[in-house]
């Protein structure tokens, strides 16, 4: 893709002149595809010669232009975007992305984008950004372009596909949301809406709930900081329960109350779609819904992230603090945030959901193990059941036997004894499609010794099955050296040759990280051997106290497997002889989407090595190099490197690192040259007196997150040049 990036240069064009050295680039550049401008401030008179060289680019696909006006008076941005628009008609290009975030546009400047928006130009766009553009009533105008740019596609055969529109903060209110809602009904291919902070109250929310319902492809559903109400928040939950593919929500600050709260989390779990994160916070939302909430949460498989802090937790906070604990996913916030009890919070209108609400227990949850199951899942998840006996044991193995075809099977959260093993295992002796073992948090309180017995009963019952595990999860149960064998023979056989996915976190592996490393090494041996190789894609083992040897001896089997996708190991006291080991293994794993190495000590000389093993990978998304002491030289070295590897990048974090400003300064320009980067987290470093200029540096750079000035660290006497 040809690429042309001016983005964060902060050129002030104003003349003819100015403009026709950007208009220069253009035209050298043949077969256009991207062109970025963001972070400049562009002018009527600079405008002419830049629309000239557009005019010749019919290849034109992305249009990067937030944050491309600051300063200019509100009647130079209608002549300017009219301009650029009719260039890109004329061209005969057909955008995918038009990004115009940042812009003071509002009422007066859309009628420069409505020729374009409703056109031919706009029948291949997939994503359209809005994000703070001021647009207010006029957002009824870009719904209208919409509606037209669809009914001319289809008239030529090529629909609309709408993607991603994105239009936070613009004060829609309710005519431009409900005008929006119908456009998105009508084209019904969106998969991310992002409405966030626009005044939208819930009638509002009512038109909304229709258009998403007709969206089944839905993955992200940003309405923020928007009022829902009840009323709102039961016709969302009705829509909700539709769509499968939702992978993101965030209802943060919309007043849902508790009723509207529980509704939208049952609605969620019962859609069985791919949620990830959801995002409650700031509802008005008492304990009791908030226990409710995070129960229908335990049964979404895959569920990383509840935010339900600054709600009204009041004198219970520390109550459901505790309450929480079983529940990994569950961001409660701080008690400083909290809003206090109400005196009048809602209470759910169902009787029978009230009582259960008393009894602290779900309508559809078990108070026994006979109602959970559901086949080809049977989770018990967070049920914190104590598990001792061969009879208790006995319960879960029924449940097991009945559900034909397993093929997932969830622990976590619970405590299983040496007891209640056998029972389990024989049961699952007979489930040879068993894919997923999510067994982490499952020995609270148990000796150290019971662990190692269990596991090893558990895992030949695997093996005896025949079944071969796509994904195993321990997280979060003291393994430790002594309990690894349990699961050594498991890891290096036949019943892991189709594993994908791996995690150890918090498991206390120690120097027993090298064992897991070298059952890893002997299971891709094996399974190459039988003509179907280890294809390991996801490997988590933070927290763990891996240190050089086993760091080392993981960083091999690494190499030798190369198919990683996923390595996050952060808190392991990992030196900068472990990075250099590491930073060969990652050089060859070229499809390595997930970085993480958090919170371990690279130095210069690992983050130079680091730096040169980043340059060659090509599919990063997500590195995480945050408190490593990186330094000045090391962290501009990883910024370069991730520059020049042209990855997907779209999140960096250096936060902690001892990065003077100068620095800072220098990797926030080498990530603007990234296109779709979003997020570069660098605080809690060593600006001191100079953090005032750095945030002030930082404003055209939408994506850096500076942190606070009470995290930062202070001018180093010492600092690397």
Not at 29 to 53: D, H, Q
Not at 483 to 503: C, S, W
Not at 563 to 589: F, Y
Request: charged share 20%; glycine share 8%; proline share 2%.
């Amino acid at each position: 893709m040809r690429v042309l990036s001016f983005a964060g240069l902060q050129l002030k064009l104003d003349t003819i002149g100015d403009g026709e050295k950007i208009a220069a680039k253009i035209r050298e550049c043949a077969g256009l595809e991207v062109l970025e401008m963001r972070g400049n401030t562009l002018g009527v008179g600079a405008t002419a010669p830049i629309a000239e060289a557009l005019e010749c680019q019919s290849n034109l696909k992305r249009a990067l232009w937030s944050d491309m006006f600051t300063g200019r008076l509100k009647e130079e941005i209608p002549r300017t975007l009219k301009t650029l628009c009719d260039a890109m008609i004329l061209s005969g290009a057909r955008l995918t992305e038009l990004d115009l975030s940042d812009n003071a546009i509002g009422p007066m400047a859309v009628p420069g984008i409505k020729e374009f928006l409703a056109g031919e130009a706009a029948f291949a766009l997939q994503t359209l950004k809005l994000n703070n553009c001021g647009l207010g009533i006029a957002g009824k105008t870009i719904a209208h372009c919409l509606i037209e740019c669809h009914r001319r596609s289809v008239s030529h055969g090529t629909p609309l596909c709408l993607k991603i529109f994105v239009a936070g903060r613009n004060r829609l209110e309710y005519t431009s949301t409900a005008a929006l809602a119908e456009a998105f009904q009508i084209i019904g291919t969106l998969e991310e809406i992002s409405m966030p902070q626009n005044g939208i109250s819930a009638e509002g929310i009512l038109k909304l709930s229709e258009s998403v319902r007709q969206n089944a492809s839905l993955k992200i559903l940003n309405l923020g900081d928007n009022t829902f109400g009840e009323s709102g928040a039961s016709a969302m939950a009705s829509a909700l329960e539709k769509l499968a593919r939702l992978e993101i929500v965030d209802f943060s600050d919309c007043l849902c109350r508790d009723r509207g709260s529980v509704l939208i989390a049952r609605s969620l779990a019962a859609s069985k779609s791919p949620l990830t994160e959801l995002n409650l916070s700031g509802n008005e939302i008492t304990i009791e819904a908030a226990k409710e909430i995070s129960r229908a949460m335990s049964s979404v498989t895959g569920m990383q992230l509840l935010k339900i802090g600054v709600n009204c937790f009041g004198s219970q906070f520390d109550d459901f603090v505790h309450f929480s604990r079983p529940f990994a996913f569950v961001d409660v916030g701080t008690e400083s945030d909290d809003q206090g009890s109400l005196s009048d919070f809602d209470e759910l209108e169902d009787d029978s959901c009230q009582r259960d609400f008393h009894s602290g227990t779900h309508p559809q949850r078990f108070k026994n193990t006979e109602t959970v199951i559901r086949c080809p899942t049977l989770s018990f998840a967070s049920q914190q059941l104590k598990l001792n006996t061969s009879a208790e044991g006995e319960k879960i193995a029924a449940k097991i036997r009945e559900c034909a075809g397993l093929e997932v099977l969830e622990m976590r959260g619970n405590t299983l004894g040496v007891g209640a093993t056998a029972p389990i295992a024989e049961a699952l002796e007979c489930q040879s499609n068993l894919k997923r073992a999510l067994w982490s948090d499952m020995f609270t309180g148990r000796l150290k010794e019971e662990i190692p017995r269990t596991l090893k009963t558990l895992c030949d019952a695997m093996i005896l099955s025949g079944a071969r595990l796509t994904e195993l999860d321990l997280s979060d149960n003291a393994i430790g050296p002594m309990a690894v064998p349990g699961i050594k023979e498991f890891l290096a056989g036949e019943a892991a040759f189709a594993l994908q996915t791996l995690k150890l976190n918090n498991c206390g592996l120690g120097i027993a990280g090298k064992t897991i490393a070298h059952c890893l090494i002997e299971c891709h041996r094996r399974s190459v051997s039988h003509g179907t190789p280890l294809c390991l894609k996801i490997f988590v083992a933070g927290r763990n106290r891996l240190e050089y040897t086993s760091t080392a001896a993981l960083a091999e089997a690494f190499q030798i497997i190369g198919t990683l996708e996923e390595i996050s190991m952060p808190q392991n006291g990992i030196s900068a002889e472990g990075i250099l080991k590491l930073s060969e293994s990652v050089r060859q794993n070229a499809s390595l989407k997930i970085l993480n190495l958090g919170d371990n000590t690279f130095g210069e000389s690992g983050a130079s090595a680091m730096a040169s093993a980043l340059e060659k990978l090509a599919r990063l998304e997500i590195v995480d190099f945050s408190d490593c002491l990186c330094r000045d030289r090391g962290s501009v070295l990883i910024a370069r490197s991730l520059a020049a590897s042209k990855s997907p990048l779209t999140e960096l974090n250096l936060s902690g690192n001892e990065i003077t400003i100068e620095a800072a300064k220098e990797i926030s320009r080498a990530m603007s040259s990234v296109t779709g980067m979003q997020l570069l987290k660098i605080g809690v470093n060593c600006f001191g007196s100079q953090f005032d200029d750095f945030v002030h540096f930082s404003r055209p750079f939408a994506f850096v997150d500076v942190g606070t000035e009470s995290d930062d660290q202070g001018s180093l006497s010492d600092a690397s040049q």
